[in-house]
């Protein structure tokens, strides 16, 4: 495991909390301006829904991968890489005049610069540093950065955007990478990269192969309890990311006002910092899988309301409110069963693999639900087969019982 030097956790932990806050806050806002971009790019919604389907994507494979250069090379030369590229990504992008360099900037650029800087990479930290018994609130009270940084984006974005434009609002966005790259300072000479050789021997070249050992992955995918929580963590994925990118959308097609959804995706964000603490609470008491059997169930219910529900703005508040509550509230139970079944040394790589099935799912969840809308004009299919992927996924958690989890010893 790497050697943390002294420092008290709870500081860490503040940076953790702010650089997701980044990292999460920008991604999900700035998809509140899609018929802004439609417009002054002049190519269809679609397209757009796709680009942002490819982000996810990027963001998930690059995850994995930064997780073994970070536990490689320690974590604070990794976020630093990460957040200059999502920068860069977010004034490319601003620029753009075109389809083609838009893509560049908000699909592959901030892809990139996202999977770098995601929560595999920070809550891996955050878990060495506290116990096994507050570790599950410890990566609550940090996942809760996310939600508070889609709060105040939502809210940032939704006042900016019909002064500045879609363009100026990636730009100003790209200005808060500046204090990003300080909290990076939280992270300097906090660890030593990890290393099981003397000193003689980490003289030598690395080879690539062994910066990139992928056996223990390899590994962890033939437990089960992973390979559940790999689906699970899909379906997270699918619905995050067709409620963020299509909120605005989904808005328009109710004949509500713009603002709607940009205030819920704010009421999505503020609730999540009540509803991620409270489940990083629970995780620490009771069975961590059991309680994602409870998080999807309850996901799978709401879905049906807002389907089956009159489509006013008191709703979708409503819907937000309750929603938000549960909105990253799989993100500490997940990477908490991770830690409690493999331990904390890899803890970065393998939940950054689990990571990968949630964006795969979100490639889908945004994708796939702009395709169905521009085919049947309603997003009524995308309603039921997200509450039906929500039901799988209470689903497959119910056979990781206590049991099972207790035959893991991890180091």
């Known amino acids: 495991m790497e050697k943390l030097k002294a420092i008290s956790p709870w500081w860490l932990l503040a940076c953790a909390v702010l650089i997701l806050a980044y990292n999460m806050g920008i991604r999900q806002s700035v998809s509140l301006m899609m018929p802004q971009m439609s417009a002054g790019l002049s190519i269809p919604v679609s397209e757009i829904s796709l680009g942002f389907a490819v982000q996810n ?37 601003s620029a753009a005049d075109s389809g083609v360099l838009f893509f560049v900037g908000n699909a592959l650029l901030i ?8 929560f595999p990479i920070v809550l891996a930290v955050v878990g060495k540093r506290f116990p096994a018994h507050r570790r599950s609130l410890a990566l609550g009270i940090a996942t809760a950065g996310g939600s508070l940084g889609q709060f105040g984006f939502a809210l940032f974005v939704g006042k900016l955007a019909p002064v500045a ?22 992270f300097v000479n906090r660890e030593a990269p990890s290393s099981n050789t003397n000193p003689s021997q980490t003289a030598k070249p690395l080879s690539l ?8 992955i390899g590994r962890a995918f033939k437990v089960r309890e992973y390979q559940l929580l790999n689906v699970g963590f899909f379906v997270c994925g ?6 963020t990118v299509h909120m605005s959308g989904l808005v328009a097609y109710c004949g509500l006002l713009p603002a709607v959804a940009s205030d819920s995706l704010a009421i999505i964000g503020i609730m999540n910092v009540i509803g991620v603490i409270l489940i990083g609470w629970a995780g620490d008491k009771w069975h961590k899988p059991w309680l ?23 709703i ?18 997940t990477s908490g069963s991770v830690a409690q079944i493999f331990g904390t040394k890899n803890l970065a790589s393998l939940f950054g693999m689990v990571m990968l099935s949630h964006q795969v799912g979100a490639f889908f969840g945004s994708w796939w639900a702009g395709l169905t809308f521009e085919w049947f004009g309603s997003y009524d299919l995308a309603l039921i087969v997200s509450a039906l992927l929500g039901l ?20």
Request: net charge positive; aromatic share 12%; with cysteine.
């Open 57 to 93: 994507l990027i963001w998930g494979a690059v995850a994995p991968v930064a997780g073994l250069l970070a536990e490689r090379f320690g974590t604070a030369r990794v976020l630093l890489g990460g957040i200059l590229i999502y920068g860069v990504g977010l004034l490319v992008a």
């Open 111 to 118: 892809g990139i610069g996202a999977g770098a800087t995601t």
């Open 165 to 186: 434009g879609w363009s100026g609002t990636y730009f100003w966005c790209a200005v808060t990478s500046v204090a990003a790259l300080c909290l990076v300072l939280g």
């Open 209 to 216: 192969r062994a910066i990139f050992d992928w056996g223990m």
């Open 238 to 243: 699918f619905h995050i990311a067709f409620i």
């Open 292 to 314: 994602l059997v409870l998080v999807y169930w309850l996901r799978a219910c709401l879905l049906i309301a807002l389907l089956l529900l009159p489509k006013t703005d008191t």
């Open 316 to 333: 979708f508040y409503l819907f937000s409110g309750l929603m938000g509550m549960l909105w990253l509230s799989t993100v500490p139970l």
């Open 392 to 411: 799988l996924a209470a689903v497959v958690h119910l056979p990781i019982t206590p049991l099972r989890m207790e035959r893991f010893s991890p180091a």
